[in-house]
């Protein structure tokens, strides 16, 4: 075996639980740890998640300098920059996998090209608790609805070998292997929208821990009513961690596993992980759901294209504040509350009747914890189209979301602040204040605020009438 290793980087920016770093460090003298960054998969596509990963070069870097690691970044294309290595330099290559169907098919032509040119390498299994391919029902065949597959998968993680992960002790010294490296900064967007995010994130493998801890001891008992409650801290706040891999997930589950008693709460969260592994599981079987409709009869939907509508929508000046608080907590913090999530989707998809690859696209460029499989599915879910998908009928009513989650309207008002004076009683349907009362607060609807731009009754006939047409085709 070769004296020096490189640990391809890709979604996990931490020491801790990294089997590729640490099987290097382990039989290698000399370790450098390599981060390419494709320009492709980011501009115009995914600028809040380039500000994280920015954070996560430098935070990554710092820790890997204790343990005398390199961390090198070059830009371009994963396979032309993965093939300038030769055999003569004598390294082995290693990385985590990523289970995203085109990040697979790459892999394969550079395993193919190190074969090729007899260079050695290992890969090892990725974030999450099961390889996909390990899930499946009797026959053989993939699951399309949660609780069985959940119910399947949680026995396969249980009964698998534990990883066997050793501390990394620190080497005797630096190597570096490419040259022109770039700086964690030169990711960064022109635009700088994100610079609000300083505000609300520290980005860090530390930090992950530090939301996990607050999670174990302060959130999970209640997490299965708290979570819902959008004013209210009552989510882990962990997905931008999982998906940038500052933390594994089979460290989360192991914590989760060990509070005494395992409640409602501690359930409910296992169960989002649950939804994850699903997510993956979904776009390796069926990878058409990436580009469209699993359910193929959605073809033929009547979607609107209302560019004035989804501008409303991205801007949250809908009229509707539980859906315009939503939106606009995503662009001030590149985060959405999970309940939210689904009143906005639900909204754009069945009140406006937009396409949900419109909200989808969005999203993957607004958040931080974007994640292919999750978005997708999640946005397939809402608009009734995806496997296990919420019935076409459920459309909802964001009046009644906010009456029922934001009694108070403390989350409204927060962030939609030209509200802060009305009632509570009207707070989630402002214009039903009489004119007067508008007056007295300075808040007149169609001016200081947005008058609906639907009408939700009308809004939810037009929907059924359209899902309807499915029937037909």
Known sequence: ?????????????????????SYAARN???????????????????????????????????????????????QGDEIEILSKIKKSDEVTIYWNKVYEPGIIEMGKKIRD?????????????????????????????PFKVFTPFWRNAEQVYLNSVPSKISKIQKLSKKFSYFKKNIKPNELLP?????????????????????????????????????????SVEGTSKLSPFIKHGQIHVETI?????????????????????????????????????????????????PWVKNEKFLKAWKKGMTGYPIVDAGMRELYETGWMHNRIRMVVGSFLVKHLRINWQEGEKHFRNCLLDFNEANNVAQWQWVAGCGADAAPYFRI?????????????????????????KVPNKFI?????????????????????????IVVHEQARVAALEAFKTLKKN
């Open 253 to 301: 589950w192991n914590k989760c596993r060990e509070t005494k008693p395992i409640n409602i709460g501690t359930r409910k969260y296992i169960n989002e992980l649950g939804w994850r592994e699903f997510s993956h599981s979904l776009i390796n079987y069926f990878p058409e759901i990436l580009k469209g409709n699993l359910r193929k009869e959605f073809d033929k939907f």
């Open 28 to 74: 290698h003298d000399q370790v450098t740890t390599l981060y390419i960054y494709n320009p492709k998969h980011f501009v115009g596509k995914r600028e809040a998640q380039q500000w994280w990963l920015f954070k996560s070069l430098e935070s990554f870097s710092e820790d890997l300098a204790q343990l005398n690691i390199n961390l090198e970044i070059q």
């Open 113 to 141: 090209n190190f074969v090729k040119k007899d260079i050695q390498y290992k890969y090892f299994k990725g974030n999450t608790l099961n390889e996909f391919q390990d899930v499946k029902k009797n026959d053989g065949t």
């Open 428 to 452: 989630h349907k402002p214009w039903e204040m009489e004119l007067k009362y508008q007056q007295a607060i300075n808040t007149i609807i169609g001016k200081n605020y947005p008058a609906p």
């Open 190 to 230: 022109k635009k700088k929208w994100y610079k609000k995010f300083e505000l609300y994130w520290k980005v860090s493998e530390t930090e992950s821990h530090k939301y996990l801890k607050d999670l174990i001891n302060n959130k999970i008992k209640n997490y299965g009513t708290n979570r819902d409650i959008p």
């Open 1 to 21: 075996m070769s004296s020096k290793a490189i640990v391809w980087i890709r979604e996990d920016f931490r020491i801790h639980h990294n089997q590729a770093l």
């Open 396 to 420: 909802f009513n964001p009046i009644l979301q906010g009456e029922k989650f934001d009694k108070d309207g403390l989350y409204v008002k927060k962030w939609v602040p030209e509200l802060a």
